[in-house]
């Protein structure tokens, strides 16, 4: 699925979403029969008015019949049995019925057109299923013929919604996506308008009952439809239906932010599995020449937090799966398939890409158990290895290896304030670069809250004197010494993986200037027994201007140890191209 498809199925779902909460406010005035009515009559007099205006040939004499069928099947039937089930039945229920659209759909292109689903897509819809009950969950409600009409009228829907999607793509996929969803709209009213008038409440709604008819037919039914057809047309009818799978996440979101509904951590773990779930039902293969808004999301965040969150026993599942699976961090472990014989021709490449994308799962984790972990839970679960006193305000150096930024939490436990040096960097470049952005700024600023102290950026300057001032002020520092040579000012050359190589020696300077301790730390997970590990040395320095060669010798030290936990690999040669100061 593409980017913009992605984006899409999120605006469909936010979209859809909202429609439970406007049914919940205006059946009880209108009921089933006649919201359901106004809803489409409404609409199909707003759409037939856009096509007019663009111009768009509708096609009746050669689609009436289609525009009937579909719009019976798609919306008439559909939208009385969800009116009808928000008189007896809570929202939720309602949201969890609807969320099978996509197992109907999976099983009439299993059944009907024979295609082949995938153990993939199967574990998708059982995920998303999951997540779908974790999010809204089963509110005790007394059993009655009434409530279980209306949950057998929520799964009739979604079967209707599934065979529909099939109807479009068979019957009217050669007209516009606005012209389908017109005619459907269309036929639904010729479905609902009698009928509609016959039901119609004895008193006028009220102002908002109204209103919320008006967001029905405008958005959730006009708008949603245009854009529902595009994407059965971009991207198959079976993968547009999981959109069922985000009503519930969308609704919670809407509840949150117009009705001061509680976020639960029920909501959160059931959101995440959701789009777990939509993007495993979505997806269409992997491209072999970019990462896609499901990988990054795959890997940066939800595998992450299935990690974090995890007992034991589903932790070393996880990471079993994850280091036997190669499509799992692809580029980063095709990066250091494609280097690494050069530089340690020994080393067996394929153990190193498995320790590879277990280090990426734990680095990203980071974030994920900083914000779900105790101070107490750190003190009991992190070994650590160090010296019995630090002497601080002091720098520590560190490098793009394992993870382990529950350092801070360490010194902080020991009451010493942390800066870290690092850059920002940009959003530019599209949707991913956001992503990308956008998680990296949510985990600093989580480390940022744990230092105590603020991060001091090299994107702007200034830089060497926010870190001299902070050694004033007490302050300790924490940096990166493996930073190439593009991303840093000056750098000097010395020997690394048996070549010259060039690394930045400005903070070993200035700590040196200003006479602050130096230590080497290095954080990872021991791939054995998954338990967070932190060492902590004191730079060995032996001579003038040797800090620099010890921080790189203690790099190259741990490359050797395990050549998958170093993160730079795809960008090694850049080590060993001296650009101008």
């Not at 009439?108 to 819809?125: E, N």
């Not at 009655?144 to 949950?151: E, N, Q």
């Not at 990471?319 to 990066?335: K, L, N, Q, T």
């Not at 921080?551 to 395990?562: G, K």
Request: aromatic share 12%.
């Amino acid at each position: 699925m593409s980017t913009s498809s992605f984006l899409k199925l999120m605006v469909l779902g936010a979209v859809w979403g909202a429609a439970f909460m406007f049914m919940r406010i205006a059946a009880p005035e209108f009921g089933a029969l006649a919201l359901a009515g106004a809803r489409v009559v409404i609409a199909c007099v707003v759409m037939l008015a856009l096509v007019a205006v663009f111009r768009y040939p509708m096609h009746f004499r050669s689609h009436w019949k289609q525009y009937l069928a579909v719009g019976g099947v798609n919306t008439a039937i559909p939208f009385i049995a969800y009116c009808f089930a928000a008189l007896y039945i809570p929202s939720g229920y309602s949201a969890i019925a609807n969320s099978t659209t996509p197992i109907w759909s999976a099983l009439i292109a299993w059944l009907w057109f024979k295609q082949s689903l995938g153990f993939s897509k199967w574990v998708g819809i059982a995920l998303a299923f999951i997540g779908v009950v974790a999010l809204v969950g089963l509110q005790p409600v007394r059993v009655t013929p009434m409530v279980i009409a209306g949950m057998v009228a929520c799964l009739a829907a979604a079967a209707m919604y599934a065979t529909a999607s099939f109807l479009i793509k068979r019957f009217l996929s050669d007209v516009p996506g606005i012209v389908g969803a017109t005619g459907m709209v269309w036929g639904a009213t010729i479905w609902l308008a009698l009928p509609a008038l016959w039901a119609a409440p004895a008193t006028v709604p009220s102002v908002g009952a109204w209103s919320a008819v008006a967001a029905l037919a405008l958005g959730c039914t006009a708008a949603a439809y245009v854009l529902f057809f595009n994407l059965i047309q971009t991207i198959g009818p079976q993968r547009a239906s999981s959109v069922a799978f985000l009503f519930p996440a969308f609704a919670a979101f809407w509840g949150w932010l117009f009705l001061n509904e509680p976020v639960t951590v029920n909501m959160v773990l059931g959101m995440l599995l959701v789009l777990v779930g939509t993007a495993l039902v979505s997806a269409q293969g992997v491209p072999a020449d970019r990462v896609t808004v499901w990988e990054r999301l795959r890997d940066s965040l939800l595998l992450p937090l299935c990690f974090a969150l995890s007992p034991m026993p589903l932790r070393r599942r996880l990471v079993d799966w994850v280091e036997r699976s190669p499509h799992i961090y692809r580029f980063e472990s095709a990066g250091l398939r494609a280097v690494l014989p050069s530089y340690l021709p020994d080393v067996d490449v394929e153990a190193a890409e498995r320790d590879l994308r277990f280090t990426r799962l734990t680095d990203h984790a980071d974030l994920w158990i900083s914000l779900t972990r105790s101070r107490h839970w750190f003190a009991r679960n992190v070994r650590v290895e160090a010296p019995d006193t630090l002497q601080t305000p002091a720098l520590f150096l560190t490098f793009h290896y394992g993870g382990g930024w529950w350092m801070t939490h360490w010194l902080r436990e020991r009451g010493a304030r942390v800066s870290i040096v690092m850059r920002r960097g940009s959003a530019a470049g599209g949707l991913l670069a956001w992503l990308s952005y956008a998680l990296g700024s949510f985990r600093m600023r989580r480390v940022e809250a744990v230092c105590n102290a603020p991060l001091i950026a090299t994107d702007d300057g200034g830089a060497a004197r926010q870190v001299l001032r902070a050694w004033r002020q007490g302050t300790s520092v924490i940096g990166l010494i493996d930073l190439p040579p593009p991303l840093v000012d000056r750098v000097e050359r010395v020997k690394f993986l048996g070549r010259d190589a060039y690394f930045p020696p400005s903070l070993l300077e200035l700590a040196a200037r200003a006479q602050v301790p130096m230590f080497v730390f290095v954080g990872q997970w021991n791939r054995s027994n998954l338990v967070p590990e932190l060492r902590v040395a004191a730079l060995p320095i032996v001579g003038e201007g040797s800090a620099l060669k010890c921080a790189v010798d203690s790099l190259e030290h741990c490359i050797d140890t395990r050549p998958g936990a170093w993160h730079a690999w795809s960008e090694v040669s850049l080590y060993f191209a001296k650009q101008p100061t």
